[in-house]
């Protein structure tokens, strides 16, 4: 009988053996997943000045902290209420399997458990919750395989960037950022213990929905490290009556959400994982400036739902973008009145007719061509045939009139479109045509409409393109990206770039003619009490859209509105009446908070200019210009 009953057990022990090794062969390199541990985390997005703008991730939300910035007092925490004996056992503690085995049978069901911080870090990235024996099995397994190959610090640090920790936040640094604020070197003990206290049942202790558990929970943690002699009594009373305040942030922080959708679109063919990837992107954002924008939009925006007392205009919208002339950094871009609304972004997706706001660019190409600001150009009437289509085209003037010979100047300043048409007419369809391709102008059509600006372009490449005149000559790239860090510290940064395309004499000659729009032109309602703007006003056939594109000596403003359907708006929205006064707005409340910008436009390399007889001289060296009739032209130079 003897010998029955030990062949059974030898048997059972070989079976048993067998069935262990089996096991332990099927799940060992499951353990890999920790040891090369490489969790999916957040990516951060920051303005100019280091705040935060959004988090983006994919499912959880996780901020990575490396065992050596993890305080010894979270450590402490984390050790004393869930696994005190962590630094002396091997992955799993027998004498606590043992206990709660004992415990269990009692109760014939599974009642106390024994899982050791090792055996918890496998459940959470390995296994299911499920109460079963071979789950249990393949946990201690597990647990002592990455014991044996990890320390004790790098167990401690996966389980504190891995375990949920309620709210939607992943890993110990994420959840004291979200719920406290702050970094994990300035929490309180109070604070960490609520932590701490967290993955054991996250959402009962939430500290957000339930927060007297929360803090009960936290006590107990307290209470521990008190007995076990690792705090004091004046640490462990103070820890007791401490209440903390907690934060009900939501997981995106999202504050500028236009800005964020184009980094992703600007970055996603790049980044494959760039909502896991933990990469900090740095932008030229300004958030206060982000926020004034957003604030001016939507100003100009109720000026016009205001004045449209039939509220006809049901899908009115707009955009505005603002830049820094010299760099092309783009300091804040708003795609739309209410992003709640209506996610499309109307500064990038939307391709809209930039009007009379084209003309600077036709005119540059006029004072290319040897005409000056005084030259006469012909504004009147004529009706244009296309015989292959059997049409004709009428154009006018806004004001129904015409002048006959007006100076270039004023044909800007008042934004005539017969004596635009007239130039470009003078000047050659096709080299007006070459000539705005040369600029970077897409869509142009090869007809005269060329002279209103009867083709689509966004806010956002028009605002690069105006930094021809408000950079002198040097047209500049809008740049939302300036820097990016990805989770080994590796750094990527963008810069500026540009290509000068005109001398800034010639560029300032119509800085010169925009600044005088402003002043006395269609531009009046963006002049802005001490300091130099210039710009001009857009609007298309039929009051569609409506643009102004304006700029200090430092920055540069392009504001649009119209209706989202392409409708018309109101009968004498236009670019003067309903886009400069944001503008304005802008710029008025841009001024107080930095006083210290620049004021008035440089006049290049110091020089002065006059023009005499239709042209332009410049000369150097005098403090101010001479009187008309001390000077004589001679070899085509001025003499006085």
């Not at 980094?263 to 996603?268: A, E, G, N, T, Y």
């Not at 369809?429 to 102008?441: A, I, P, R």
Request: glycine share 6%.
């Amino acid at each position: 009988m003897f010998k029955y009953i030990l062949s059974f057990l030898m048997i059972l022990i070989i079976g048993v053996g067998v069935f262990l090794i089996k096991t332990y062969s099927d799940i060992r390199f499951e353990a890999y997943k920790i040891i090369d541990y490489n969790p999916p985390l957040t990516t951060r997005i920051f303005d100019r000045n280091g705040r935060l703008i959004a988090n983006i991730f994919d499912k959880q939300d996780r901020l990575y902290v490396p065992f050596k910035d993890i305080p010894p007092r979270v450590v402490e925490s984390l050790i004393a209420i869930e696994d005190t004996q962590f630094f002396e056992h091997s992955g799993i503690n027998l004498e606590a399997i043992l206990r709660a085995a004992i415990t269990d049978i009692r109760a014939m069901k599974f009642v106390e458990g024994a899982s050791t911080l090792t055996q918890q870090l496998v459940k959470n990235v390995l296994l299911t919750r499920n109460k079963t024996i071979m789950r249990k099995i393949k946990e201690a397994m597990l647990a002592i395989e990455i014991n044996s190959v990890l320390t004790k610090e790098q167990i401690i640090e996966r389980y504190l960037n891995q375990v949920y920790f309620g709210h939607g936040y992943y890993g110990i640094k994420t959840a004291a950022d979200g719920y406290f604020h702050k970094k994990l070197k300035d929490l309180s003990l109070k604070e960490i213990a609520i932590l701490v206290g967290l993955p054991r049942a996250p959402s009962a202790y939430n500290p957000v929905t339930h927060r007297e558990l929360s803090f009960a929970r936290a006590n107990m943690v307290i209470n521990r490290l008190y007995r076990l002699g690792w705090i004091n009594d004046a640490e462990y009373k103070k820890a007791l009556s401490e209440k903390p305040i907690v934060y009900n942030d939501t997981l995106s922080q999202n504050k500028a959400p236009y800005v964020v959708d184009e980094v992703i679109r600007q970055l996603k063919g790049k980044y494959k994982n760039l909502k896991t990837g933990g990469y900090k992107i740095y932008l030229s954002i300004d958030l206060n400036l982000q926020n004034l924008a957003k604030t001016a939009l939507r100003y100009g925006y109720d000026r016009i739902k205001k004045r449209d007392q039939l509220n006809k205009n049901t899908t009115l919208n707009g955009a505005m973008v603002v830049m820094n002339n010299h760099s092309g950094k783009v300091l804040a871009m708003v795609g739309g009145v209410n992003y709640a609304k209506s996610k499309f972004d109307r500064a990038i997706q939307s391709e809209r007719q930039p009007g009379s706001s084209i003309k600077p660019f036709i005119y540059q190409l006029a004072l290319n061509s040897g005409y000056s600001e005084a030259s006469k150009i012909a504004d009147i009437s004529r009706i244009y045939t296309d015989k292959i289509k059997d049409k004709s085209w009428a154009p006018e003037n806004y004001e129904d009139n015409f002048e006959g010979l007006i100076s270039l100047e004023n044909a800007l300043i008042h934004s005539r479109n017969l004596a635009t048409i007239n130039l470009v007419n003078d000047l050659g369809l096709e080299n007006v045509y070459k000539g705005l391709k040369t600029f970077g102008f897409k869509k142009v059509p090869y007809n005269l409409t060329i002279a209103l600006g009867s083709f689509g372009i966004s806010p956002y490449e028009f605002a690069g393109k105006y930094t021809l005149f408000s950079n002198y000559g040097k047209m500049m790239k809008p740049l939302l990206i300036t820097k990016i860090i990805d989770r080994y510290n590796n750094e990527i940064d963008y810069m500026p770039s540009g290509k000068k395309m005109e001398q800034p004499k010639q560029a300032y000659l119509m800085i010169d003619m925009l600044r005088k729009v402003v002043l006395r032109g269609t531009g009046r309602q963006a002049r802005v009490k001490g300091i130099e703007t210039a710009g001009k006003t857009g609007t298309s056939n039929n009051f569609v859209d409506a643009w102004f594109c304006g700029f200090t000596p430092d920055i540069e403003v392009i504001t649009w509105y119209g209706n989202d359907d392409n409708s018309p708006m109101k009968r004498g929205e236009t670019g003067g009446r309903v886009a400069a006064p944001a503008f304005k707005y802008f710029v008025k409340n841009y001024l107080a908070m930095h006083p210290e910008t620049k004021r008035k436009f440089n006049i290049p390399n110091g020089d002065k200019k006059i023009i005499k007889d239709g042209k332009i001289y410049y000369f150097t060296n005098i403090s101010k210009p001479p009187k008309m009739n001390d000077i004589s032209i001679e070899n085509n130079k001025l003499i006085f």
